[in-house]
């Protein structure tokens, strides 16, 4: 007996990031560009241990037994307080959730409002891990290129009229994944706008909004939100560790009881550990300097590598240059596949991911190729891009 | 603008359990038979304290980064070990990942098998918010009554007779929640025949199955699977600790992949200090002796439990003798609901779940209700079970 595989995982994909991370790992030395991960330095490593073993001596049932699926309340207040003093966003209106991740509020969202047959429309290229979430729902993504201050607005407008049956948005306004590109406080009005005229909702993933370290932070769109039609989600993952699995989804209070249902019958609750250390990081610590300190490695390692890589890549190459998060993107000149060029410098020992796996259509030819610059050290920032300089010359004067 | 929500989160319900919870809080002082937590006094605090330290301090980057999404390579061997040795699950043919708990281990058999306007046929009465997972993926349930060892077996045929659009088949076979019944294993091999005559894949959740105090263990439907029909799923939340958000699914090798990415694109990983921490207890401690211990505190909870309401209750009131598990329940005589009895009760200071919350049909009368005898203290159950068999002859006399 085979089982059937339900129409929606049948189409789900395998990550192209974990293929690259992979093929990696067989490359003894090998200078990685690839993970989205933080840089360890930033990890607040004497609180955590140190708030893991208070709590653990003087109240461990607090931490061990159930808790309530909507999330731990102090970390809750903690958040709302700080979601609506610094980004604007009215918890008159709306309501939170403590997730496991950002990619649990993409789940969240896509088994709130998708049903099978449903269009999503997405930034492209952008993070395939909701990509396929949404295809994990039965949706079909339809794709918006997107420009360095966010989607190409005339090609959104483009396909709500063409997608009468698309029911979300996706978009990542601060610091894309992958292309480091942020959307314009101009650009987030229309999005806004538009979405509203064609009654579809926004699935706003906001993961790195905390971590700009130059130009003047910008109002995320749920902060312009009157209709109750953006779904907001927000990530520990970035500002504490990945492996904590906290985020926060933020909606209209209409939706709160089924939230609540949704995580319950999904996993229950987050873990209370985690919930508990982020509280009292956020509030007994110094969270501002925290953030500063976050913002100020990342500031200057995203300097060194975009300096050095317009010193050293062939001039057909261009490169992005974020104000804040962990990515920046080089485009090869137009119609040339990146694919073939990041093989090469994996061989030469520089990981980094080719633009196709961001896309849609994963086995077309692409011309970016993501770079992390989060976690390599100065000095591997300055040997990889050396790595990349040579391997683009050659490339382009074949 | 209203938000559409998706059809199949239209269908989802709030539990009931969580609605006795919160009215207990109200009841100063109330005795609690009515939430399925695990005793804390069986939780190995030291250890865990211990190893969270151990880690944080000597290498903190190995649970704070992003960790591979099947679990933790050590754990998974670990589980694979013991499931194969102590329950004879075949490691050839199956393979396993780490999920948030077993409650995420029905939401990834649900997304993979279920299309929308699939049947599923549960136990009834049945853990509802199983049941919640199922309709959150379009499912309609049929239900099929428990006997004390086991579902109707006629009455299941029937069901598959009569829903081919059936998919899969929900069970519980140890010590189940509600009811504390156990599948013997001749019906567990008759409901795999039936299963696979009639095509239908088994979600198999066994999350009481190391606790067994009475009576000898019997293995898995997984242990019989030589078709692949078998999804099992197994939960640390009553071994280790709820809180862990730790639990496994065993499935068919031609799945791996699919559920791999099913978890990369729900929430990435499960936690990976909590994983850390327990393999080191499974592997570094004695973790037979703490089954044992975590047994006995049930044995004596339980026995005492029965004894006392044998004792106390109306002739009328039959109660399940569970050999394992946390949970008896209660059946009042056919015809009669519970519901009033359990309110009545709470006014007096007990709490417990009334049977209609485990139905298909929550609103329908029902004449069970669950006892988890787990977290209350000795005095506890023997004062609770007094109200409750004073109760019980007022309530029959009437």
Redesign the interface.
Known sequence: ?????????QV????VI?QMAEAAATQEGAISFA?G??S?DT?M?EE??RF??DI??KD??S?????LSQGYPPLIHALKDRLSTVWGIDFEKNDLII???G??A??FAS??????GDVVIVEEPSFA??Y??F???GATLVGVPMCSDGMDLDKLEQALKDHSEA?MLYVIPSFQNPTGFTTSAEKRQKIYDLA?AY?V?IFEDDPYCELRFSGKDIKPIKSLDQ???VLYAGSF?KVM?????LGFLVF?K??T??MI??K???????????QNITYRCMTECDYEGHLANSRAIYKKKSQLMYVELKKKLHPAIRCSQPEGGLFMMLFLPEGMDATPFVWEALRRGVVCVPGSGFMIDQEAPNNGLRLCYSTATEEEIIRGTDILGNLSHEWLTK
Do not use: W
């Open positions: 007996m085979t089982l059937r595989i339900s129409n929606k995982m789900v994909r395998g990550s974990r993970n991960n933080p360890s990890f490593v955590f241990a893991a073993a653990f001596y461990p049932n931490v061990l037994q159930y808790g997730v496991s991740g990619q649990q993409c789940d088994k709130l409002l998708l049903n099978e891990s909701c396929n979430t295809r994990s729902y029911r509203k009654n909702a209709d109750g039609l993952s560790a990945p492996a904590f699995r209209d209409s939706l009881t089924r249902v949704s319950q019958c999904t996993d229950v609750h987050s873990s209370l550990l985690f």
